[in-house]
């Protein structure tokens, strides 16, 4: 049973405006969090790790120091297994109106709960996954309803795939690390996590079962044209899961694959509350990120050091055979290059220039040998084969099977 909010002792008063209004829906909000939590018997720091974020942060959403974000309301209610409803009705009315015949009225927050968009992933959000965000969240589309639902159906069918082997479903590793949102940021944030993935600085281009094997569940779907790439956070086993296109080339694959891991350690950093103002911000740390992580700066140092390539020698043949090595595109190997310091700005030019020549003559196709495919369905079809030893479990096994496109054979 979903635990109940307590209302409001007093009703929203009607004379309330701007900044006094939003203090004193943040207060109440608080207030009806704090409630919640005690009733659960959970301490702040219990709930904070349930929901995935800081302590603090929960500790200011229940003082009432600063609106919360819905999004952030969200994960917060999902680790108490509420509904975010409840609490903004809670936060709203007085005790004397009966919760079930009582709107929420809290200005925003109810038009945002009720966007077209995040009305798509509420079924995920009840289960406790709630979508970190966009990958490129600027110039992404909306993600169509009929790739939410195959989105939600695969997610539900690896956890139950999880349940019946008895698997462990949390992540290995911290999904929370503490980092500054600069450029000095990403590259530290990225060497940190390669770190704790064991890759060090190795050139690796199985990243799908580094990250599976450590909890992070990957998934390949159909996506409209120009959505790469879904995140989501399953706040109650702290692990996740990226959905990635399954039309887009390995280059890209990998590089949202990437992206994702950069949103998801935003997302666990502030709550997913970016202003507006900062979603540029978000979007050009987590490109900063994704080029770090699958190109780390030794191994690439190291290879044009092997090769004996100073500024001025990279020809565009060398650059798209190297470049295959760490699965990146061309244009974001040869940006790295600069970066790095590898490439003189004349050189650069001559290189961009015959990348783009390529792209506008072949349609938008990679340059050069394609990376090799990145590895699909690892991990689900794995455990799909050990769940069809579990007795009892072999017609809705087969049924997870014939959904993913996986081959079954009879018993």
Known sequence: MQPRFQASATPMPDDLTGDDREREEARRIGEALRLARTRRGLMQGELAAAAGMPAAQISAIECGRRPP???????????????????????????????????????????????????????????????????????????????????????????????????????????????????????ELSTRVRRLLGLGDSIVLDYVSVLESHGIRVIFVPMPPG????????????????????????????????????????????GNEAVPESAESNRRFAKLFAACFIMPRAAVKNMAASLGAGRGDWTYPLLLRVKRHF????????????????????????????????????????????????????????????????????DEVRAIARRAGLQVDAR
């Open 69 to 187: 974000s819905l999004r952030t309301l969200r994960r917060v209610c999902a680790a108490l297994g509420a509904k975010t409803e409840d609490l903004l009705r809670a936060a709203s009315v007085g005790n004397s109106a009966p919760a079930e015949e009582s709107e929420p009225v809290l200005p925003g927050l109810t038009e945002l709960f009720q966007s077209p968009e995040e009305r798509l992933f509420a079924p995920l959000a009840r289960a406790g996954i709630v979508r970190t965000v966009r990958a490129d969240p600027l110039s992404s589309p909306p993600p169509t309803e009929e790739c939410v639902r195959i989105v939600e159906r695969r997610i539900a069918d690896y956890l139950r795939l999880e349940k019946i082997c008895g698997a462990f479903a949390g992540a290995s590793i911290p999904l929370a690390l503490p980092f500054t949102q600069d450029a000095a940021g990403a590259e």
């Open 227 to 270: 959505l790469g790439s879904q995140g989501f956070f399953d706040t109650r086993s702290g692990s996740a899961a990226f959905a990635v296109s399954d039309s887009i080339t390995p280059e890209k694959q990998l590089f949202r694959l990437a992206l994702e891991l950069a949103w998801l350690y935003l997302f666990t950093r502030n």
């Open 327 to 394: 699965g990146a595109s061309a244009e974001a190997f040869a940006y790295r290059l600069l970066e790095l310091g590898l490439v003189g700005r004349d050189a650069l030019a001559g290189l961009l220039g015959a990348i783009k020549n390529h792209y506008d003559t072949h349609g938008n196709r990679e340059p050069g040998e394609p990376a090799p495919a990145l590895v699909r369905g690892g991990r689900f079809a794995d455990l799909a084969e050990r769940a069809r030893s579990v007795p009892g479990a072999w």
